[in-house]
């Protein structure tokens, strides 16, 4: 039988200041599984100068749905795999660049609603690397 990874739909929550010296995304590791934010504020995330791209939310090969949800003041140090940003994703059609998340792998949608650093990106499917 295969491994089956979880959901986690985290609901009008603030996330704020997550750091990480070590590894993409302070706020949100996603390497496998569903991960879904409604109508929730992430700010203030960072990662160091030895951890990657997506300062508050990295996404290499799970599934991440964003919805009403606010990035702001999210940055990420270069690091061992040459980026900056707070968002990560890789793994979609879009490439932009940004500071909150990177998505390497799997699927990204990103709503009309949400905002990063006060501008919309909405992202109806990804499938190669974004990002945010």
């Known amino acids: 039988p295969g491994r089956r990874c979880g959901w ?10 997550g750091w990480s010296d070590v590894d993409s995304g302070a706020t949100a590791g996603v ?17 160091g100068p030895t951890a ?7 996404n290499k090969g ?5 919805h009403e949800t606010t990035f702001r003041n999210n940055s990420a140090a270069q690091g061992r795999d040459g980026g900056s940003g707070g968002l990560a994703v890789v793994g ?5 660049a940004g500071n909150h998340v990177y998505h390497y792998a799997g699927s990204l949608y ?5 905002t990063f650093d006060g501008v919309h ?3 109806t499917r990804a499938n190669s690397e974004v990002q945010l």
């Not at 599984?33 to 960072?46: M, Q």
């Not at 990657?52 to 939310?57: D, I, K, L, N, Y």
């Not at 799970?62 to 964003?66: H, N, Y």
């Not at 990103?110 to 949400?114: H, K, P, W």
Request: with cysteine; net charge positive; glycine share 18%.
């Open 8 to 17: 986690l739909v985290l609901n009008s929550l603030v996330l704020r200041r």
């Open 31 to 47: 390497y496998g599984g569903e991960l879904e934010l409604r109508s929730c504020v992430v700010e203030g995330a960072r990662t």
């Open 52 to 58: 990657g791209r997506g300062g508050a939310m990295v």
């Open 62 to 66: 799970g599934s991440v749905r964003i």
């Open 92 to 96: 979609g059609g879009l490439t932009a």
């Open 110 to 114: 990103v709503d009309q609603e949400s």
């Open 121 to 123: 990106k909405p992202v």
